[in-house]
T-cell receptor
Framework: LAKTTQPISMDSYEGQEVNITCSHNNIATNDYITWYQQFPSQGPRFIIQGYKTKVTNEVASLFIPADRKSSTLSLPRVSLSDTAVYYCLVGENGGFKTIFGAGTRLFVKA | GAVVSQHPSWVICKSGTSVKIECRSLDFQATTMFWYRQFPKQSLMLMATSNEGSKATYEQGVEKDKFLINHASLTLSTLTVTSAHPEDSSFYIC?????????????FGPGTRLTVL
């Protein structure tokens, strides 16, 4: 299973764009990259998933370079409610038997 | 979207008792469910993989006789913490594995807070 590395924490202000980068140097050919958001005392919530290039949905964008050794989750115009822990996961078939890394604790300030 | 529920959401029990936690997929079937444990300020730790109709597969260091897992149907998996002790106090989270048309995803339950006195 590919290991992921993310910044432990990040601070931002309301209205800013936040980019969280995840390194996964040992990503395998069949691995997908999935990002989850977790609030305190809640289960993780699926944000976005991708294999290569760029993926966008209603809440975020995911940028994946050609070598796929890293990925960047982009949150446009964050609000206070985006304060949470964000996990980058890499696994075959989108996350079968995924191993969670430490995650990135994002703190959005007013 | 796929919804996973857990019951109870929180439980307090005395040391030595057993506690059962249910994980249900509400609007879909899941042949595979996962159980995680999360301590305060820490990441999720995978405990076991639960497959419908077969024995669960436990991660290294997780006692299978202490954490009994049953996956009797395609929508229900249960985790029983037997003879619970204070060190078992934690946040237990389940997830259901969903195979999509192009990719597969895990959908997580809301978690169960277990406190053992």
């Amino acid at each position: 299973l590919a290991k992921t590395t993310q910044p432990i924490s990040m601070d931002s202000y309301e209205g800013q764009e936040v980019n969280i980068t995840c390194s996964h140097n040992n990503i395998a050919t069949n691995d997908y990259i999935t990002w989850y958001q977790q609030f305190p005392s809640q289960g993780p919530r699926f944000i976005i998933q991708g294999y290569k290039t760029k993926v966008t949905n209603e809440v975020a964008s995911l940028f994946i370079p050609a070598d796929r050794k890293s990925s960047t989750l982009s949150l446009p115009r964050v609000s206070l409610s985006d304060t949470a822990v964000y996990y980058c996961l890499v696994g075959e078939n989108g996350g079968f038997k995924t191993i969670f890394g430490a995650g990135t604790r994002l703190f959005v300030k007013a | 979207g796929a919804v996973v529920s857990q019951h109870p959401s929180w439980v307090i029990c005395k040391s030595g008792t057993s506690v059962k936690i249910e994980c249900r997929s509400l609007d879909f079937q899941a042949t595979t469910m996962f159980w995680y444990r999360q301590f305060p300020k820490q990441s999720l730790m995978l405990m076991a993989t639960s497959n419908e109709g077969s024995k669960a597969t436990y991660e290294q260091g997780v006692e299978k006789d202490k954490f009994l897992i049953n996956h009797a149907s395609l929508t229900l998996s249960t985790l029983t913490v037997t003879s619970a002790h204070p060190e078992d106090s934690s946040f237990y989270i389940c997830s259901a594995y969903v195979a999509g048309e192009s990719t597969d995803t895990q959908y997580f339950g809301p978690g169960t807070r277990l406190t053992v006195l």
